[in-house]
């Protein structure tokens, strides 16, 4: 999954929770989120653009500590 946005990202598809963590270290949870999204983040050529264009603003977040 080479990205030079998204380090790694896990889906939680229990409570609907997409983890991403960054290249800076910073961790977010991406909150009720259809594995359906999930499933086409993992396909998408640009991880960074899918999270700006398709989750970023839609879906609410809490950022781990």
Partial sequence: MPSSVVAH?????????????FTSGKVY???HVPASIYVAMKKSGSKGIFLNTF???HYPFKKRT
């Fill in 9 to 21: 990202m896990d889906y939680y598809p229990e409570s609907l929770t997409l983890r991403i963590t």
């Fill in 55 to 57: 989750i970023k603003g």
């Fill in 29 to 31: 949870d991406y909150l």
